[in-house]
């Protein structure tokens, strides 16, 4: 049994993190830092609460860390977990910045400890189905692929301000960041990058609407997010040579996990009939449209695959050079917004 320590008990570590490992076999809830409050003891019960990282750092029964705090502050709380030899995932965006991340690559390989980013998306039911459709060839020659994430928020928010600020990178460094590595995922790294990055709304101090062009050999990806969206535009929406791909709405797995302190539903992840994406092909010249049946979505194969890389069977389920490789591209996207021309990536400056 690994025993695991939380760092944070906010809307990431309440929603996602703690549902996620209490329903992981291998892995145990076993204590939360909580500076002031005592939330996750009282869905909890029995969890050990400490008041400072260094007191949580102290428990030599804790076998991995996860840092579900601000993301101003993960560099800081990562360097004192790894510095201190401890194993640790750390929420999205890992750092706010390329060379953040690759310090603490460094830091893990001088301290010989595990070090992953906390990815989830990769195990979204839409993100799965289209990884098959597109091993399959369903579409063809792939032209076009758009992926978002539009919301309707244009009121100030009254909790979370810690997302409102410039230094938090806003929805570039927030939604960016996943939009990013499932791209990154499906189709390796691009050869450039374009992109408009703004603040919509009036009251906005860090960017709320992003549109990142990445250029690939023979397609184009376009990835997009903004809170002045009603309705939202298709989640995805893929062009080929056959046919198009389009899904809307959004994996059922964030709305289900606020509900929940574990995961016992044997229907997990399986999204209803109604929100099937449409795959339209032409078939001998007719248009032949056909919902497909997803793949069922679910995260808890992400804590799995961290258990079992702790106890030395494969790699890590998300390896942090991804996350390098995300923040290295969301960074070239703020240049190309601010430069206001496309910008060639050079990938020969990624860590080892």
């Known amino acids: 049994m690994i025993r695991v320590g939380l760092v944070g008990f906010g809307m990431v570590g309440r929603v996602f993190h703690a549902p996620l490992i209490s329903s992981v076999e291998g892995l145990e809830l076993a204590a939360v830092m909580e500076r002031t409050s005592d939330k996750a003891a009282e869905r909890y019960p029995g969890i050990i609460t400490y008041r400072s990282l260094d007191a949580m750092l102290a428990d030599d029964s804790l076998g991995l860390f996860v840092v579900a705090t601000p993301s101003q502050s993960h560099f800081e709380v990562a360097s004192q977990i790894l510095r201190a030899g401890k194993n640790v995932i750390v929420d999205k965006p890992v750092c706010t910045t390329s060379t953040e991340i690759a310090q603490l690559m460094e830091l893990a390989t001088a301290h010989n400890t595990f070090f992953a980013p906390f990815h989830n998306r990769r195990w979204d039911s839409d993100f799965q189905t289209i990884q098959k459709l597109l091993h399959e060839g369903s579409l063809g020659r792939l032209i076009y692929f758009e992926s978002r994430f539009d919301r309707w928020r244009p009121d100030p928010p009254t909790e979370r301000l810690w997302k409102e600020a410039p230094s938090s990178g806003g929805v570039l460094l927030d939604l960016g960041t996943h939009l990013a ?23 906005a101090r860090a960017c709320d609407a992003i549109t990142l062009r990445l250029r690939y050999p023979g397609f184009l990806v376009v990835l997009g997010a903004n809170c002045l969206s009603t309705p939202s535009r298709p989640r995805f929406h893929l062009r080929g040579a056959k046919g198009n791909y389009w899904k809307s709405g959004l994996d059922p797995q964030e709305a289900a996990l606020n509900k929940v302190t574990r995961i016992d539903d044997p229907e997990w992840g399986k999204e209803p009939a109604a929100e099937w994406g449409n795959l339209i092909v ?24 961290v258990r079992d890389a702790l106890l030395g069977k494969p790699s890590a389920p998300v390896p942090v050079v991804a996350a390098w490789r995300v923040a290295r591209l969301l960074e070239w996207a703020a240049e190309s917004s601010d430069k206001r021309r496309e910008i060639i990536c050079d990938w020969s400056e990624e860590p080892k």
């Open 282 to 305: 032409d078939v001998n010249g007719n248009t032949v449209t056909r919902s497909i049946e997803p793949i069922p979505g679910d995260y808890r194969l992400y804590y799995a695959g």
């Open 181 to 203: 590595d499932q791209a990154l995922v499906l189709f390796g790294k691009p050869e450039a990058v374009s992109a408009e990055i703004s603040c919509e709304r009036e009251w």
